[in-house]
């Protein structure tokens, strides 16, 4: 069976912007090494600056709200 993670970011990642951006993009090469499945989650509005996480694989999942997932999340 496949691991499978879901990474929620408040933006979306921009490794030529931040140290975050890079960062974050480490993160995700990390799992893929391990043959995880990345689904990478958030609210944001694409960005001219944002990097593209579906040309390496990963699945890209618009949120509605950051607020309703953060509800969801300290429910259960």
Excluded: H
Aim: charge should be negative; charged fraction near 15%; aromatic fraction near 12%.
């Amino acid at each position: 069976m496949q691991q499978e993670v879901l990474i929620i970011g408040f933006v979306w990642p921009e490794p030529n912007s931040s140290g975050a951006g890079t960062r974050m993009m480490q993160l995700i090469e990390l799992f893929q090494e391990q043959n995880w499945n990345i689904t990478f989650a958030s609210a944001a509005a694409d960005s001219e600056f944002m990097f593209d996480v579906t040309s390496i694989g990963v699945k890209k999942f618009l949120l509605l709200s950051m607020t309703l997932v953060l509800i969801l999340l300290y429910k259960n």
